[in-house]
Structures are given as C-alpha cells and as structure tokens.
C-alpha cells in the first residue's frame, strides 16, 4: 500500500475522549488504504502504555513526550515572535526532521494533520495534504476571552486572532480542509473565502453496537437515586465551567422539586473546582471509571450544559446512542444533526434547564427517537468513506472544485 503521513497532536488511543475518538477512528479508517506512518504527542504518561495498541494500524510509529508545563512555558515565545501560543506548545525538531524524512525518501506520498497546530510538520513535497481542523479552535479561544478578567482576557483575545490567522494560512495552503460539522465548515468559509472550494465536514460517529441500551449494565447508582449524569474530560476547562456552572446554580432548584436527584459528574482527572462540588449535598464525583456506560444506562438523565463548545460534543451522542434523555444547552446542540424535542431537550439558561430536567427525572427515563437518530446520521463507516476521495487520485487537481468536494463529503 502507499504510505501515508498521519500527524497527531494526542496520541490516538484509547479513544476515551472526544479529539482521541476521531483520531483513532481515521486511523483505522485509512490504515485499511495506506500504510500508515503515525507522529504523534504523548502529554498524558498513563498514554505510553498503548503504544502497542497502535501497531495493528500503523506501519510505523514516532511517539514523542509532551510536558503541558514546560509547552505552556514554551508557549510564552509567541508574545516575542507575534504567532499564536499553541505554535510554539507543540513546536518540535525531532518530529520535523522524521516528518520530511519519510517524505524525501519517498516512504509517504500523502498526508493528514489531525489538528491546525500540526499543519507545521506536514512537508510541503507530499502530493496530496488534507488536514482535519475539527473544529475552529481559535473561536473556542475567543469565547475563553469573554469568562475572564484581565490579563487572561488579553491573552485568550489575543491567541482567538494569532491561531485565526494560521489556520486561514493553513486552509489556503492545504488541498483539503476538514472540520466535524457544516456549521464549523460555514464558521471557516466565511473566514476564509479564498479556500472556501476545499473546506467541507464530515461528521463523527458513535459505535453503536458498543454503547447499546440493550445490554445488562450493572447498576451504579443507589436504588433510591435519580441519576443525573455529565461525562467527559474533567480537566477540560469548558466541562469545568459546565459542571461548576449545573451543580451551583442549576441543580439545587432541582433538588428542590426532586430531593432524589443526583448529579454525578463522571469523567477522569477532575479539577480542583470540580472535586470541591462533592461537597455539596447530591452531587458525587467520580473521576475516571473503566466504564461510562453503566452511569449512562442507569441514568434518568444526561445533561450537557456546556456554555463554551465548538464542533461536536460526543459526550451527547454517546448518551443519544443509549437511548437516554438528554438535556443541552445550545452551544452543546451546535452540529447536532438531530431534532430538538424530539432527540433532546434543548434548554436555555437557567430556570429553562432545571425545569426540563424535573420534567425529564419525572418520566420513564428513556429515548428511542435518540438512539434512532444516531444510527441514522453517526456511522462512523459510512461518514469516514466521504474522504477517501480526498487522498485519491494523485493526479487530481488542486484545489478541487467546490461541487466535487461537496459531493465526496455529502
């Protein structure tokens, strides 16, 4: 098979987390086309352990450490050299040098960055070079700068224009520019009119069979308990404010009409602030479990109350996938192709949140419609097949044509 160039900024397993779930599920994808030579960042030391894991996918592997202390430290260098923080963060030689030597030597022929602070380690001589942004991240950066009082606020302002700027420079330079949804593709398109004929979506998945309400999950919760559930990352500061933000001023208005209630935040290293909310009275703290989805199979209610999001939360899916209801604040709907009212709640602010939550702890907790929208619309196969066209033939023209793109990610 001929070779190509994966360039990652996390390594990509185990997928237990939202940028890891599509990373590895492209891995797989293109491992089954292309001899696959992966690059990628280990900032987690409990990673290291899966680089054996990989191997099934990859014809070779270049896995290099990540301190997020000293990178942040690092980082600092973009307020002298006027480029965004996250560039210097990730910024490395040895990963440059193994990069364009795959390339010169002929080994890889094309090419896919998994992140835009990637984009710098793709070599330019590759004959096809797609890149997967996910999301608009220096959006994400904007948002931040509105949470925070000076200095923070300068900084996260200042990285939302700098990374905006690169990843304008990377859309126009790339043959193609991927992001997880056509409200993040329209978001770059209307940022970056110049590329807009090579920026298109394709949508993630969710495994299906994996997370099946139709197991027999062992059960949690206590048997007097209605089950609210938040998953994710707990160290990701937009799922920080979300659950600070539900457990503070959401949940005690529903313990209120429901003294049952639980709010069960499930999710590896959580913060400081997210350990401090155990101590309020129906809220528990997990942090990582082998297995999220009993807390989800058990649960009256999933809730995502997210007030800063980009992309896609798989943290919904995945509920929607168990058939469980499901409570969202817009910015967690955002991308969602399904119907609100239907496949979830949706609710704004507040009062509207804790009042559908009763509504929904007050029900039999489940949600057909949900787990059909997902089989419908999420089949991480049948989204994945929409890029293949992307990397092949050698010989197409580049940029391709605004219709082709749009037909192979349709």
């Not at 990730?90 to 193994?98: A, D, F, H, I, T």
């Not at 298109?200 to 139709?214: H, I």
């Not at 659950?243 to 639980?262: G, L, S, T």
Request: net charge neutral; glycine share 6%.
């Amino acid at each position: 098979m001929d070779g190509l160039l994966f360039l990652a900024h996390r390594i990509p397993f185990p997928p237990n987390k939202g940028d890891k779930i599509r990373s590895f599920h492209l891995l797989r994808h293109l491992s089954t086309r292309y001899a696959v030579h992966l690059g990628a960042f280990v900032d987690d030391a409990d990673d290291w352990q899966f680089q054996d894991a990989l191997k099934p996918y990859c014809a070779s592997i270049k896995l290099l450490p990540l301190n997020p202390r000293r990178a942040k430290l690092a980082s600092l260098v973009g307020l002298l050299s006027g480029e965004a923080l996250t560039l210097p963060y990730y910024r490395n030689r040895e990963l440059m040098q193994w990069a364009a030597g795959l390339a010169a030597s002929g080994t890889v022929t094309r090419g896919l960055a998994y992140s835009s602070a990637m984009a710098m380690f793709m070599p330019p001589s590759l004959a096809r070079r797609v890149i997967d942004m996910v999301d608009v991240d220096s959006d994400k950066w904007t948002q931040y700068a509105t949470t925070q009082r000076w200095p923070m606020s300068w900084v996260y302002a200042r990285e939302g224009r700098k990374l905006a700027a690169w990843e304008a420079r990377v859309a126009q330079d790339f043959d193609a520019t991927l992001l997880v949804s056509q409200d993040e593709a329209a978001l770059l398109q209307q940022r970056v009119p110049q590329a807009r004929d090579t920026i298109g979506a394709f949508e993630n998945g969710v495994d299906a069979d994996y997370f099946s309400p139709a197991r027999d999950y062992p059960n949690p919760y206590s048997p007097d308990v209605k089950g609210i559930v938040f998953t994710g990352a707990m160290d990701y500061w937009p799922n920080v404010d979300a659950v600070v933000w539900f457990a503070e001023r959401i949940f005690p208005a529903i313990r209120d009409a429901c003294p049952a209630a639980q709010f069960t935040i499930v999710g590896s290293r959580p913060s400081a602030a997210v350990l401090a909310l155990a101590r309020q009275p129906g809220v528990v703290v997990t942090g990582g479990v082998p297995d999220v989805r009993p807390w989800l199979a058990h649960a009256s209610c999933a809730v995502a109350p997210l007030r800063i999001a980009r992309g896609v939360q798989n943290k919904v899916l995945e509920a929607m996938a168990m058939a469980r209801p499901v409570v969202v604040s817009p910015q967690a709907a955002e991308g969602i192709r399904a119907e609100a009212g239907r496949d979830f709640t949706l609710a704004r602010g507040e009062s509207e949140f804790a009042a559908a939550v009763v509504t929904q702890l007050q029900r039999a907790p489940s949600a057909a419609p949900a787990r059909d929208c997902i089989l419908a619309h999420y089949d991480w196969a049948a989204n994945l097949r929409s890029i293949d066209p992307l990397f092949e033939p050698l010989a197409a023209p580049s940029p391709v044509s605004e219709t082709e793109l749009h037909a192979s990610l349709a």
